[in-house]
């Protein structure tokens, strides 16, 4: 075999400076005998580390090197001679040293002559280029290779994070609810959700998890499926934080935790109630201006026992909340300013609501952080307003109590310890079948009589059912409100209703003999029963709003009614 | 938890058998004037409405019941009731329903006041 066919199947050798901070070898096949195929197929491979003199020295040579005549102290050099090898050719591209040819003793045991190394040198010059350039395309092909798989790895990740976002918002009578979700990378740590509860009650979340990307993904991941998990059962938004809390605490990788704003709304009522997990302050828009929702607590994760200090508030007709993620506040000019709260506030302060102002919001931040901006951080955003359509509906129904119509007295507001049940309901038909299960359970715990739970059952259903014909006129936009209480040894259950069919007016007693000769019509049944069920029903009016207190003394007494 | 409305006709002779079952609300409307026609269809001179499987009736119901009440009046039927809770059996007597609906426990002994056809 002759030298350059040698040369040919030794080329692909192994080994070049890698692109890493830490240099590696150098590795070229080594021919045992340059002579024989079978011996220069089990050649070893042996690499010259960086730190081994001979590898300065063969990236400084101009040639080839004759081992016999180096004198160098180099493990490198002992191990090669070891093999046999008596020539060493450096190839060198660009002043970098990517490989090297080895030769062991010529056939005829003479030396290599100048001719020969004059030639290997040639080649090598030749060929270090081309082997290069081949290094680098299949190098450029792996990394190709490597991130097209992370790209895809990606893509999928992000997709399981979509399916823990909200896929719709909810639709909430009377309330219009825009959000916005703003990874900074492919996937991101922030969250929103929205929660159905019992009461028809909703849940809004809004999260953020230390750090961005993947590992944030995955815990943003676990903390809204433990929330979506335990806030149907826990009542209040404190202890659904301090379970989660709990729950999170043995998961929590080191140096990372969660922020967390859970808000329960009602919204019938506007009554909102939340607790805070060390997360941005929700704004609030109102008929005195801008303000926060205050509220403290420990970001998830961090301690073990935490509680959550719980507040309530009331979003009137036209106010609005909007839910932040520190995305928006704490994103940079590029001269380094912070967009900071008194900015968001000021944008709280326009008129806009629901989807306009999250627009608003955005463009703004947009202006502010500059074309050129690498989004720093997740960003997340949900406005939540309470429309004044259903007010207006229910204003434009009477300005006030007609001449002749009952007093304006609305019943006295029941003490907290007082309430057994507080209920809403959509004012859509069929619903009083609810009121009178959930009043049945409220009031379960008294131990009433079976006899006098029916009747009350049947007064609920009643009077549930008034209020959604004639108070809400069978729109389920359109509220109804359920109160249970025990008020000094009396069980008392009010339903109020938004009176759009105007007050309950002396209805004319049912006789059943006129019905049945077709004088009166064969409905008319509902207030003569609710008045024989209970002990007493009496009907407040204020403004158009109008509520029926059942009263059932709790003492014993058998109601028996004379007809 | 409320329970749709359905009706069963028995043609038992001389006097059918109106099996209810569910909830007799609203939504009993015409499922239970329905009953009624096809049971009357034969003339019979009383019609037994059976409720021992209705789990609630409401005022709306009631104003059905007042309704047949008055068909059957007008034909010279007369109807009767079993399987009624006490519960309804007071709204029964409340609304004086059961002055012209006789409430039976156990209709194959109280057998109907008359027979035959009308």
């Known amino acids: ?563 | 938890m409320s329970r749709p409305f359905s009706a069963d006709v028995v043609a038992t002779a001389p006097e059918p058998r109106i099996a209810l079952h569910g909830d007799i609300t609203a939504d009993a409307d015409p499922g239970l004037p329905d009953a009624y026609a096809a049971a009357t269809s034969g003339g019979p001179r009383s019609v037994l409405l059976d409720f021992a499987d209705v789990g609630f009736m409401n005022s709306t119901g009631i104003a059905l019941v007042v309704e047949l009440l008055a068909d059957a009046m007008q034909h010279g039927r007369s109807l009767r009731a079993t399987g009624l809770s006490q519960h309804y059996r007071e709204i029964f007597e409340i609304t004086r329903l059961a002055e012209h609906i006789t409430v039976v426990a156990d209709p194959a002994t109280e057998t109907a006041a008359a027979g035959g056809t009308a």
């Open chain 1, 1 to 563: 075999m002759t030298l350059i066919g040698t040369l040919r199947q030794r080329v692909p050798f192994r080994g070049r400076r890698s692109t890493g901070t830490e240099p590696t070898g150098v590795t070229a096949l080594a021919p045992g005998d340059a002579g024989t195929t079978a011996a220069t197929s089990a050649a070893p491979a042996i690499e010259i580390p960086p730190s081994d003199p001979l590898f300065g020295f063969l990236q400084a040579a101009t040639g080839v090197v004759e081992l016999d005549r180096l004198e160098l102290d180099s493990p490198a050099v002992r191990e090669l001679r070891d093999a046999g090898i008596r020539i060493v050719v450096p190839l060198v591209a660009q002043g970098e040293l990517i490989g090297a040819l080895y030769l062991g003793p010529r056939l005829s045991d003479q030396d290599y002559s100048s001719d020969d190394r004059k030639l290997l040198s040639t080649l090598a010059a030749q060929a270090a280029p081309a082997i290069r350039v081949a290094q680098l395309v299949r190098e450029q092909a792996a990394e190709i290779q490597a991130r097209e798989r992370l790209e895809q790895e990606m893509r999928v990740a992000t997709m399981i994070q979509q399916q823990f976002l909200p896929h719709e918002l909810p639709e909430l009578p009377g309330w219009q609810v825009a959000a916005h979700y703003a990874p900074a990378r492919a996937v991101g740590g922030d969250f929103y959700d929205f929660i159905a509860l019992p009461g028809d009650r909703i849940g809004v979340v809004v999260g953020d998890v230390t750090g961005k990307g993947v590992p944030a993904a995955l815990l943003m991941a676990r903390t809204q499926s433990v929330l979506r998990s335990e806030a149907p059962h826990l009542a209040s938004p404190g202890a659904v934080l301090a379970r989660a809390n709990e729950i999170l605490l043995p998961e929590m990788p080191a140096r990372m935790f969660v922020t967390c704003l859970y808000l329960v709304i009602e919204p019938a009522t506007g009554r909102v109630t939340y607790a805070n997990a060390g997360h941005n302050l929700p704004v609030v828009r109102g008929p005195d201006g801008v303000a926060e929702l205050r509220a403290t607590g420990m970001p998830l994760g961090l301690l073990p026992g935490r509680t959550y200090d719980e507040k309530e508030a009331t979003l009137g007709p036209g106010q609005t909340v909007l839910l932040y993620s520190d995305g928006i506040d704490e994103a940079h000019a590029p001269d380094g300013e912070m967009f900071g709260l008194p900015r968001v506030r000021a944008l709280m302060a326009s008129e806009a609501t629901g989807s306009e102002l999250v627009d608003h919001v955005l463009e703004s931040l947009h202006a502010f952080v500059g074309r050129d901006w690498d989004q720093e951080d997740d960003i997340t955003l949900v406005a939540l307003d309470r429309t004044g359509a259903l007010e207006a509906a229910i204003a434009a129904r009477a300005d006030g109590p007609a001449e002749g119509s009952p007093a304006v007295i609305a019943p006295p507001p029941l003490r907290a310890d007082e309430v057994l049940l507080r209920l809403t309901l959509p004012g859509a038909d069929g619903n009083e079948r609810i009121a009178m299960d959930r009043v049945a359970d409220a009031v379960s715990p008294l131990g009433i009589d079976p006899t006098r739970l029916e009747r009350l059952k049947t007064a609920v259903s009643e009077a549930a059912m008034n209020a959604i014909e004639y108070g809400s006129r069978s729109d389920p936009a359109v509220p109804v409100e359920i109160e249970v209480a025990v008020v000094a040894g009396d069980l008392v259950v009010r339903i109020t209703d938004r009176g759009l069919s105007g007050p309950l007016e002396g209805t004319e007693e049912p006789d059943l003999d006129a019905k049945l000769a077709g004088s009166q019509k064969p409905r008319g049944w509902g207030l003569f029963l609710i008045r024989h069920m209970v002990d007493a029903m009496d009907v407040a009016t204020a403004g158009p709003v109008q509520t029926v207190t059942l009263t059932v003394h709790l003492g014993g007494g058998e109601h028996v009614e004379a007809v």
